[in-house]
């Protein structure tokens, strides 16, 4: 029977775990405790950033879970490249390497602790990640599929450890790489293994009928022996594909009596020739005018990094500041250069360092391995083609979903300084500035920043002293609309609703419970846009149709 009180929700869980802890415990254990410690104090802080909890810590991991999928793997993908990036910098005995699986299911709820199928199901998809990487569910893929620029590695049905069905698995690979089958040898273990038996097996077979062949014949007398045709040799076993350094497909296993299976020893397959390993990842070449987050005019160093010897390295961090370290000895000696000089740089300009303030490694040589693509933004030109009018000027007191502190922010040094600035506002809620050379430095740079923080498509709200949208007045501001809250609009309708991002005021968007959305531009005032946009709806054929958005804004009646 099925107990009521039994609270039971469907989640994002994400599963992470050392790879060879108990090694470096045995080493130094002492060492290894406090290293595990800072390590996971930094992954605490991205899960939280990233709108997750933590709901239990595992010895050498931690078990979190996310209302959003999408939010589970930007988290991921940070706290990996948090790792990276402290590896860089650390000695040998201070290296730790993380696997991380993500699982998308049905959980039951036990105080602040959380079980079920969906936390198992985690733990073995991190069992499959490689070290360094990450695992997902074909759950959680559907999810972020269009929505990070990820590439992906399909495992195809796992069959895994007390998980009684095969789950269907993916290794998320970096850039914007084709989603690609996983060889043979890599990603199915118990086929492997199951294989690796069946062959054995099938060897044994033979073995088998060899030994009984020849007591048969020892049981023949010699002369009718010699009377006899020759009796053709035992044909030999297949041979198994080793197991390649690159995924591969699993053979199926043979088909063996259960006898000659329980009599069969494991036996490892000869060795073959290592199959090809598909890409896991697009090459991105180093091109200067693509680095995000630099002001203009630092670009010309930008542009230096590409002519410079190697071996090379730059470190980004998100407010603009980076460092590089050419003419290095090596790779890695010139990666712990540039994190160590960039690091250095933060904590020197940066009056309160943040999470997201750490530095990363945005290219080796001439090569890209930054983890992220472009920043996510709205469409160019970025702003409204019309403003307000008359216009409206800046004040500090009106600007909607920021804190006192923030105010208090925007007051003492926004409103004060004499550059060029833009003021963006993003889902969190978050704000954010910083002066530049002109406007469109100032609009470009404020949104790549905003964007890769919260992950999505960030609002210009005003661009010097004058805001450049319009604010509700009839309704209540609760969030910032990115097309995430419309997703049940069809595809016709996707590119609709990036435009409006940025299309001019009064706009109104709303949706209705069966998938259509109403959107409309341009009106004379508020209350004609939200009259238009729910009329819009009904017209698409929405049922229950709902306002969602006035402006660049998430509403809620007053």
């Known amino acids: 029977m099925t107990d009521p009180d039994l609270v039971r929700r469907l989640t994002t869980i994400m599963d992470i775990d050392v790879v060879g802890f108990s090694t470096m415990s045995a080493r130094d254990e002492e060492h290894a405790l406090s290293l595990l410690g800072a390590r996971m104090a930094t992954a605490q802080g991205l899960v939280k950033h990233h709108r997750g909890r933590v709901f239990k810590l595992t010895g050498d991991g931690l078990l979190a879970e996310f209302a959003s999928p999408v939010e589970a793997v930007r988290a ?9 990036a402290a590896n860089d910098q650390a000695g040998p005995d201070d290296q730790l390497v993380l ?8 959980v039951v709820e036990s105080g602040d602790d959380l079980m079920g199928d969906a936390v198992n199901v985690a733990a073995r998809l991190e069992s499959i990640a490689r070290p360094g990487g990450i695992c997902v569910s074909a759950a959680v893929y559907e999810q972020i599929e269009g929505k990070l620029t990820l590439g992906a590695e399909d495992l195809g049905e796992q069959h895994v450890k007390n998980i009684p069905r095969a789950i269907h698995a993916y290794r998320l690979t970096l850039g914007r790489a084709p989603v690609v089958a996983a060889s043979a040898a890599d990603g199915r273990k118990t086929k492997r293994v199951a294989a690796i038996i069946g062959i054995a097996a099938t060897v044994a077979v033979l073995a088998i009928g060899a030994a009984w062949l020849m007591h048969e014949r020892s049981e023949t007398p010699t002369s009718t022996r010699m009377a006899q045709a020759p009796v053709p040799a035992p044909a030999p076993a297949p041979v198994a594909p080793a197991p390649p350094p690159a995924p591969t497909t ?36 180093y091109v200067a005018s693509e680095v995000p987050f630099v002001p203009q005019w630092r670009e010309r160093r ?51 360092v943040r999470d997201f303030d750490r530095c990363v490694i945005y290219a080796i040589g001439n090569e890209v391995v930054w983890p992220f693509l472009a920043p996510p933004m709205p ?19 009106t600007v909607p979903l920021v804190t006192e502190r923030a105010r208090q922010n925007l007051l003492e040094h926004y409103m004060r300084t004499t550059r060029h600035r833009a003021l963006v506002l993003g889902r969190g809620p978050l704000e954010w500035w910083s002066p530049s050379e002109s406007d469109a430095d100032a609009i470009r740079r404020n949104l790549q920043t905003c964007g890769q923080i919260t992950g999505h498509p960030c609002v210009v709200y005003s661009v010097g002293d004058q805001v450049v949208v319009r604010v509700p007045r009839l309704h209540r501001v609760i969030g910032i609309f ?13 590119a609709a609703v990036e435009r409006y991002l940025i299309a001019d ?20 005032n508020e209350e004609t846009a939200v009259a238009d946009a729910l009329s819009e709806c009904k017209k ?19």
């Open 76 to 84: 991921a993908l940070e706290i990996q490249e948090a790792m990276r």
């Open 99 to 106: 696997r991380i699986g993500v699982n998308l299911g049905d």
């Open 250 to 285: 699993a053979p199926s296993p043979p088909t063996v009596p259960p006898a000659a299976a329980a009599l069969a020893p494991v036996a490892s397959p000869p060795a073959t020739p290592p199959a090809s390993t598909p890409p896991t990842a697009a090459s991105r070449p």
């Open 302 to 352: 930008l542009v230096d990094y590409g002519l410079a010897e190697d071996h090379k390295a730059m470190a980004i961090n998100v407010r603009g500041w980076f460092a590089m370290a050419t003419r290095a000895l090596d790779e890695t000696a010139a990666r712990r250069r540039a994190l160590e000089e960039c690091n250095a740089l933060v904590e020197r300009e940066v009056p309160m």
């Open 379 to 397: 469409p160019p030109p970025y702003v409204p083609a019309a403003r307000p009018s008359p216009p409206v000027p800046f004040d500090a007191a």
């Open 482 to 494: 990115t097309p995430e809250n419309a997703q049940s609009a069809d595809a016709g309708r996707r």
């Open 505 to 524: 005021d009064w706009r109104a968007l709303a949706v209705a419970n069966n998938g259509p959305v109403g959107m409309v531009t341009g009106r004379g």
């Open 540 to 558: 698409s054929g929405g049922i229950e149709c709902t306002l969602l958005a006035v402006g660049p804004f998430l509403v809620a009646p007053k």
